[in-house]
């Protein structure tokens, strides 16, 4: 149904790692996923929006999906939600509904409902969107279609240097500049963060353990809090003066930690190599 949710639905679906193709003519639905299947192979779910905007082109939606989708096993997902509620966002998206013609908001839906009802009643899994928020529809499209790596947290931890600026997309930033910088040690100077002597001596320096030991709690907690609202990524930069030794010590021992914990961490060194 117009309103109900399907641009929510569809974009949860393009996060789990499905090819999303919107408003499609179902006449052209076998032809899609035979162009995916020949291009990305039988492992690319793919999801195809369909509704009263594809004219009469719609009447021949159930005949196609009658006809199977290329061998793929196919599950129809139909939206709808109460008339006040699809009201009240049509009103609030200033949209008029595609069926309205010169009628009311309250005509069109009554006749979307009408064509509907056949597919409606073909529905596989029937998600009443009336009473549900964007976080809880996209909860319901994630334990409907999501598989556990698809529905995983991933969390990509940066190194950088702030002569170089903050990284723009950075959920979270940590300073490393109150350690002691192993620049001014002439024996570590040509080496970075990853290798062991700069590593050790960053992370045996005062402070540094006590910052791990308090910010790792914190990421740890975010990182649910992300997982239960439905966010797939988090970004954490963290910097020292020019990114070589201390970020990016401390990059990958954070990194090495949220693994323990149990969450996908990887890292990235923006900056090494820069000098």
Known sequence: MTGAGRSTAAKELEDLGYYVVDNLPPSLLVDVVRLVDDSRGVAQPVAVVVDVRSGSFFDSLQQHLAEGAHG????????????????????????????????????????????????????????????????????????????????RLRIRVVSFGFKYGIPVDADYVADMRFLPNPH????????????????????????????LDGYLPVLTGVAEGYVREGKRFMRIAIGCTGG????????????????????????THRDLGRE
């Open 72 to 151: 793929r096993r196919s599950t129809l997902l139909f939206l709808e939600a109460g008339d006040e509620v699809l009201v009240r966002r049509q009103e609030a998206a200033r949209r008029p509904h595609p069926l309205q013609g010169s009628g009311r908001l309250l005509d069109g839906l009554q006749r979307e409902r009408e064509v509907l009802a056949a597919l409606r009643g073909d529905a596989d899994l029937l998600i009443d969107t009336t009473s549900l928020n964007v976080h809880q529809l996209t909860k319901r499209i994630r334990e409907s279609f999501g598989d556990p790596e698809s529905t």
């Open 184 to 211: 001014w040690i002439p024996e570590l100077r040509a080496s970075t963060g990853r290798d062991a002597e700069v590593s050790d001596y960053v992370l045996s320096q005062p402070g540094a353990a006590e910052f």
């Open 244 to 267: 070589k030794h201390r970020s990016v010590a401390m990059t990958e021992e954070v990194a090495r930690r949220l693994v323990e914990q149990g969450l996908q961490a990887t890292t």
